[in-house]
């Protein structure tokens, strides 16, 4: 069965304090690794889509990093605009996406 | 503006209430998806669409239904809603299969009372 697990559940920083997310996978044949952030109230919106290991891509103060078992969300020098619930989702169906709890992200200024 | 309309933005339902969560997307893609979101449990899939005309049951389809008869519409029916139901929904679409992610609706918070 697909399961994906992400951690912390909640991350408290202080603005400039660079950390990261973790999003550890169990998918087999792994077609695509994503990242959402979502604002309460709101729907997940779309970051980042990592394909195969070793894959890194970067928005802003985010940057995304992809192994064979894991991703990372790195944040660096965040703000507090940062502050969010981060979703991380795997498929190997090309078709359906499994979804993480998410990280609750909170910077403080 | 493209994208995921979901209405209503709310709702408060009585148990036993029959109620269609409505969904439509002006992106022209092919897949649309159904989740709830709750507390501690994250996004779980109900029913999915890979293309007008099909359907398919996710993790927790019981006592929901979907149908879709057109590209751009992909309506959720709660036959006879229950308490635990109360929940937020998210409709999803994608262009086709999930390799690009999906576009997310602004969901509905539904609570059944």
Redesign the interface.
């Known amino acids: 069965e697909d399961q994906v697990t992400q951690s912390p559940e909640a991350l408290r920083l202080q603005e400039g304090e660079s950390s990261s997310l973790n999003c550890s996978y169990t998918v087999s044949g792994l077609?695509?690794l994503?990242w959402?952030r979502q604002d309460p109230?709101?729907?997940?919106?779309?970051l980042f889509?990592l394909y195969s290991a070793g894959e890194e891509k970067e928005k802003e103060r985010l940057k995304a990093t992809l192994t064979k078992k894991e991703s990372f969300l790195h944040i660096t020098a965040p703000k507090p605009e940062d502050s969010a619930t981060y979703?991380c989702?795997a498929?190997n169906?090309?078709?359906?996406?499994t979804?993480?709890?998410?990280t609750q992200l909170t910077v403080n200024p | 503006i493209a994208g995921?309309t979901q209405a209503p933005t709310s709702q408060i339902l009585a148990a036993g209430r029959r109620m269609t969560l409505r969904c439509t997307q002006d992106m022209r893609h092919n897949?649309m998806?159904w989740?709830r979101q709750d507390l501690?449990?994250?996004?779980?899939?109900i029913h999915?669409s890979?293309t007008a005309g099909t359907t398919g049951k996710?993790e927790v389809p019981d006592g929901y239904s979907v149908s879709r008869t057109n590209t751009d519409d992909f309506p959720l029916t709660l036959a006879s809603a229950v308490p635990s139901q109360t929940s937020v929904y998210?409709c999803?679409s994608s262009p086709t299969?999930?390799?690009?992610?999906?576009?997310?609706?602004?969901?509905t918070r539904l609570t059944v009372v």
């Open positions: 077609r695509g994503f959402y109230g709101k729907g997940p919106e779309f889509t979703l989702a498929t169906s090309g078709s359906r996406l979804f993480g709890e998410g | 995921i897949a998806y989740y501690g449990l994250g996004l779980r899939l999915y890979n996710g998210f999803a299969g999930g390799d690009y992610g999906y576009t997310f609706g602004s969901g």
